[in-house]
């Protein structure tokens, strides 16, 4: 079949990467791609919430399959769209409707379900924008750390914990006034602080059974120890050791069945992945978040190490027959380091020639903020290249992977050498 996945990252580098493997795979295109992916199917330029122009690529190029790898088109409602007309209603959509996609786009929402549920999570209250005054209340009787919290989407930059009343109270003023955050923060979560280690879980639902991925565990702080500003993620492994059986079982119990009940309690479809933001207090899971998609960079970990085709995981999925398919797993670790832009995540250069990240047997290099100019691969973003390599335990695969990024180089470049320090 023909597949379109949307995104540009590391992310859909990966997922086009392993999509390509498929003997089910006739062409992959990604709309817009970056030049990792131009590797493993054909790029299209244009914008991901741009629906009518994904509607004429869709029956220009004849899809059968529309993968959506960010989470924006998803809130914004690109599975209602195909299924509102009539010449894409019958094309596979991996990604959940809009409904679905409200335990990402509104976190007032996700802690609404997750209580009506009774799933665990952190305590809370939401504040609109005409409620500046008991917002200031409620921080001036809440223990400290606090957390704050943009209700919609923030690119990730939406969360503030700090130990400061004053400052929470002026970041809360800010948000609810749209100067922080737009639109995204004229609601606000203020959160109880949890203390514990974190991991990201990843389920493959088609709203009745369900496969849960490799877990992964992420490193959002700029510096090595995690110091500094928090990023869009600096790197990644798979698996993590202390999800245990015991503790992954606990996971499922506690959080994946009860989330899926809840889904089918309030008539809520939803078709596709369940990323759950997990978080380890006394040896009991908490729900930080729900994502509905891929992590970055925790795909880059994962889909390495699943042996499984995974075109025929996504058609099972889009025929409400999850529960038929098969998920493979290698037991090999896998570890990735985000190579950066100097300065980011604050002001950094664009246009830096890469040199040294073609492909090589025995690692990936996975591109997620390059461009193609004049014929020289170039620096797009921030966060640029994610190198993965595999092995037998952690240590050696991150051994292998700091040896890989020792051949790459770019003016400014930056990268963590202790992912995985924690662990």
């Known amino acids: 079949m023909n597949i379109l996945l949307l995104g540009s990252g590391g992310r859909e580098h990966a997922l086009s990467w392993k999509l390509s493997q498929s003997p089910k795979c006739s062409q992959l295109y990604i709309l817009p791609g970056n030049v990792g992916t131009s590797d493993c199917g054909l790029n299209i330029a244009g914008s991901v919430n741009d629906f009518e122009f994904i509607k004429k690529v869709v029956l220009e190029k004849n899809i059968q399959m529309v993968i959506v790898g960010p989470e924006e088109p998803l809130v914004l409602g690109i599975h209602d ?3 509102a007309d009539n010449a894409l209603k019958y094309i596979y959509i991996i990604g959940p409707r809009m409904q679905g996609a409200q335990l990402e786009g509104s976190k007032d929402f996700s802690k609404a379900f997750m209580n009506r549920h009774g799933i665990p999570t952190a305590a809370y209250a939401s504040f609109n924008a005409s409620e500046l005054e008991k917002a200031t209340q409620y921080i001036n009787q809440h223990i400290l750390p606090i957390v704050l919290k943009a209700d919609g989407l923030a690119a990730g930059k939406g969360v503030v914990i700090t130990s400061d009343r004053n400052e929470a109270i002026s970041t809360v003023t800010e948000m609810l006034s749209g100067a922080a955050f737009g639109k995204a923060g004229t609601t606000v979560v203020i959160e109880q602080f949890l203390d514990g280690i974190e991991l990201s879980v990843f389920v493959l639902t088609d709203g009745k059974s369900f496969k849960v991925f490799p877990e992964a565990k992420d490193y959002k702080k700029i510096g090595e120890g995690d110091s500094g500003l928090n ?39 939803y078709s596709g992945f369940l990323f759950i933001g997990i978080i380890k207090v006394d040896n009991e899971p908490l729900v930080i978040e729900y994502n509905v998609r891929l992590g970055d960079p925790e795909t880059e970990s994962v889909l390495p190490r699943i042996t499984s085709d995974l075109v025929e995981l996504f058609e099972s999925l889009a025929l409400g027959k999850l529960d038929t398919a098969e998920l493979s797993v290698s037991k090999e670790v896998a570890a990735t380091i985000m190579l950066v832009a100097g ?16 492909a090589q047997e025995g690692s990936f290099v996975f591109h997620a903020g390059t461009k193609n100019e004049n014929g020289e691969v170039v620096t797009d973003g921030g966060r640029v290249l994610a190198v993965t390599a595999m092995g037998p335990d952690q240590q050696a695969a991150l051994k292998t992977a700091v040896a890989r990024i020792n051949e790459i180089s770019f003016e400014g470049m930056n990268f963590r050498s202790d992912i995985g320090f924690d662990l």
Do not use: R
């Open 81 to 83: 769209f195909f299924l």
């Open 231 to 269: 990023t869009g993620g600096m790197g990644s492994v798979s698996p993590v050791p202390f999800a245990t059986p015991e503790f992954m079982n606990k996971i499922t119990e506690q959080i994946i069945l009860p989330t899926i009940q809840g889904l089918q309690a309030e008539n809520i479809p």
């Open 343 to 358: 300065g980011y995540p604050g002001k950094y250069n664009k246009g830096d020639k890469i040199s040294g990240a073609q």
